[in-house]
Structures are given as structure tokens and as C-alpha cells.
């Protein structure tokens, strides 16, 4: 993910290559980093590059989070921007972590932005300005489409987009495999499955209608789509998937109070 952000700000020429320092736990990953988008890359050095910068991403596990503001946290500083792509870390937690009154923003973005076509839920604390909340959002705007939700928000977002990919790609699978039920080779029915929904998803985003409307202009009366649109319905797809969001959403959000609840209760 943060290789994906890495390229997609570059590409928009938001920042250049040589302002930018990435920091990787190994050297051959370094090396590879600093090969492909010229930049200076280290293994390590996650305190040298903090301090020496005006933007720190985390662009690690969630688990590591605490770990890496540790590193640094004696470097911050109240002017900079600390960035979390991390999910289920509230910017409670982020805030603690770092002790420094500094302008913190949380990322989802999800797995298509590397494609630059991601979409990237974003929240941020008190301190972030407005300048400072334009230069995150131009950051984003490089690998995606940005949406601001306040921080209780960010669950719901983490179950839509974060792990909507997920869901679209069963969505693929299963289309293609009734194809191939229905006897069709692999290779037409995986190329009609995915630009199917690659070309319902931009008509979706182009006309500006809502999906409902652009559903019915498909279907005809007793025509092949209105038999399986009954199918579809008959076996709850539609609520299956608000229940799959749902299960998630609060999946991530008793995460999240747990770690609310431990920064709030004191240490032995």
C-alpha cells in the first residue's frame, strides 16, 4: 500500500522524488523501492527520516503502529503531518501514541490504488488545518477517490471500500464460474465477467444516477435479466451483502473500542 501511495504521488507529481525517503525493514525491499521511483530508500532509519520530514506516513500493519510512533515519537513535531493507513486505529490511539500536539489524519484507502483507481475513506484530528487537510486530500486524490468521514465513521468505511474488493472479486469469481457452468471457455467468461463489472461500475460513477434506475434500463418485461434478477432476490444477495457489512463494520468497531478502552486504562 504505501509503494502503491509512493507511485501514485509521484505519477501526480505532487511531491518529487527527491523529497521523498522510504524506510523498509529490509535492504532488499529498499533497494527494489529505490530502483523503481528513484528515491532514497533504508532499511531501518525510521527515526532519521521522521525528523527530517514534513509529511510521515505509516504505512505499516496496525500492529506495528505503536511500535513505529514509539521509534519516532521523539523526533515528531507540532508542525509536521502524521499520517495512519493503518485500520481500526482511531485517532485517539494515534494521538496518545505520538505526544506531540500535531496535525494526525487517518487513510482507508483499499487494494485499487494501485491501479490509481482506490478509494481512500479519510478523518483527522483538531489540529489539522485547512491547508494541512488540502495537502492530504491532493495526496490521495493521486491513487484514488477521497471521501472525509469523522473518525467514528472510519469503520463503516474500513467494511464498505477497505474490504469491498473482497467481496466484488467473489462477485467475478462466481460470475465466471456460471459461465463456465453454462459452457463457456475460461478465458471469455473471466474477460466478459470483468469488464461487465468494470463497465457497470464506471457507468455508475459517469451517468450519476442511481443504480436502481440503471438496473431497470436493463431489465425488459419477462425478459432473461428479470428472471434472474428474481433469483438473485429470492436468495437475499442484496441482504446478505448489508449483513456482510454490517458483521464487519461492527467487527472493526469492537476492535476499535478495545483499543480506546486500553489507552484509557492506566498502566501497572
Known amino acids: 500500500m504505501g509503494a502503491a ?7 501526480a507529481e505532487v511531491v518529487e522524488a527527491s523529497q521523498c525517503v522510504a524506510t523498509t525493514r529490509t535492504g532488499a525491499s529498499a533497494a527494489a523501492l529505490a530502483k523503481r521511483f528513484g528515491i532514497l530508500a533504508t532499511a531501518g532509519g525510521n527515526r532519521e527520516a521522521a525528523a527530517a520530514a514534513d ?8 500492529v506495528n503502529v505503536s511500535k513505529v510512533i514509539r521509534e519516532i515519537r ?9 499520517i495512519s493507513l493503518a485500520a481500526m486505529l482511531p485517532l485517539a490511539v494515534l494521538e496518545a501514541e505520538a505526544g506531540v500536539p500535531m496535525a494526525v489524519f487517518r487513510a482507508m484507502p483499499n487494494i485499487p490504488v494501485i491501479l490509481e483507481e482506490g478509494a481512500i475513506g479519510l478523518s483527522h484530528n483538531a489540529v489539522a488545518t ?3 487537510r488540502e495537502m492530504v486530500e491532493s495526496i490521495f486524490r493521486a491513487v484514488g477517490v477521497v471521501a472525509w468521514v469523522d473518525d467514528e465513521q472510519m469503520d463503516a468505511v474500513t467494511a464498505l471500500s477497505g474490504s469491498g474488493p473482497a467481496y466484488v472479486y467473489i462477485f467475478i469469481e462466481a460470475m465466471i464460474a456460471a459461465g463456465l457452468k453454462m459452457g463457456l471457455s475460461r478465458d471469455i467468461s473471466t474477460r466478459l465477467a470483468e469488464q461487465t463489472v ?3 461500475a464506471k457507468h455508475v460513477r459517469d451517468s450519476g444516477l442511481h443504480p436502481a434506475i440503471l438496473r431497470d434500463q436493463v ?10 434478477i428474481h433469483e438473485l432476490e429470492r436468495h437475499g444477495l442484496r441482504s446478505m451483502l448489508i449483513s456482510a457489512i454490517e458483521a464487519a463494520t461492527q467487527h472493526s468497531r469492537n476492535k476499535t473500542r478495545a483499543m480506546l478502552d486500553s489507552l484509557e486504562t492506566p498502566q501497572p
Open 198 to 200: 468494470l463497465g457497470a
Open 219 to 228: 431489465i425488459t418485461p419477462g425478459g432473461v435479466t428479470i428472471a434472474a
Open 74 to 82: 521523539d523526533v515528531l513535531r507540532p508542525d509536521q503531518i502524521l
Open 5 to 11: 501511495l509512493l507511485g501514485g504521488m509521484l505519477k
Open 130 to 132: 485547512r491547508a494541512q
Open 55 to 62: 509529511i510521515v506516513i505509516l504505512a505499516v500493519k496496525p
